[in-house]
């Protein structure tokens, strides 16, 4: 039996991330393994994709609970030799966390793969440039759609600051500048906008102007 999926998942699939020049996604509020599992797909597609505020990404399961399984994780050594420590890396940053999550779903040790890593960025806040571009979200991966609210989570932030990641406190300071800053530039681009919309209904045309405007079907 097929399942119908939501109109607004389809649009996201197959018409409005694949094949622009940079996709810029804001994490914040989306599931840790459903984004990885979207981003994966795209950039094996070719897609270009940058990734921020990652420490604002959802982990399904309480904090406790995620902090046994990267307890877990971190005893994993080289088979081989498991004296060889510096064989598997554990990530401590968000950032680099989501990197990995990624990287696990992604053939990273053929040419393919290794070049469609290449194509992921991951950040923690929002740097510059990326401050100044549009971000979008994926509706098939947000925490407040895809986990009931009964259901125990953890942001991705709070877990790297139990395991070694001390710049928590600097990403919160730089984000509050952010903001400050993304508010001045909002409200000065919503007064143009409505002196722009004053200045049109204040312009009178003559009734040949006017005329030819309705002919073209513009009045």
């Known amino acids: ?21 940079q996709v810029v996604v ?5 599931l840790l393994g ?11 597609n070719g ?24 307890a877990a994780f971190k005893t994993k050594t080289m088979n ?7 064989a598997i890396k554990h990530p401590r940053s968000p950032a680099k966390i989501l990197w990995r999550t990624v990287r696990g779903m992604v053939p990273h040790k053929t040419p ?5 890593m290449d194509r992921l960025k991951s950040f923690e806040g929002i740097p510059h440039p990326y401050d100044r571009k549009k971000r979008m979200v994926i509706p098939s991966c947000l925490k407040v759609l895809r986990l ?15 395991y070694g990641w001390k710049h928590g406190s600097l990403i919160e300071r730089l984000e509050k ?12 681009k919503v007064a143009a906008k409505r002196a722009k919309a004053d200045a049109l209904k204040a312009v009178k045309l003559s009734a040949d102007d006017q005329a030819l405007l309705q002919k073209a079907g513009y009045a």
């Open 1 to 21: 039996r097929a399942h119908s999926r939501p109109a607004w998942q389809s649009l996201w699939s197959f018409g409005n991330m694949s094949f622009q020049q």
């Open 26 to 30: 804001d994490c914040r509020g989306h």
């Open 34 to 44: 459903r984004l990885a599992s979207v981003i994966a797909k795209e950039v094996l």
């Open 47 to 70: 897609q270009h994709v940058v990734l921020v505020r990652a420490e604002d990404v959802v982990i399904s399961g309480s904090l406790y609970r995620n902090k046994l399984k990267y």
């Open 80 to 86: 081989t030799n498991p004296r060889h420590t510096g």
């Open 112 to 116: 393919r793969g290794g070049a469609a």
């Open 148 to 162: 009931r609210p009964e259901r125990r989570f953890c942001r991705l932030g709070d877990l790297s600051s139990e």
């Open 177 to 188: 500048q952010r903001k400050v800053k993304s508010e001045v530039f909002y409200k000065k």
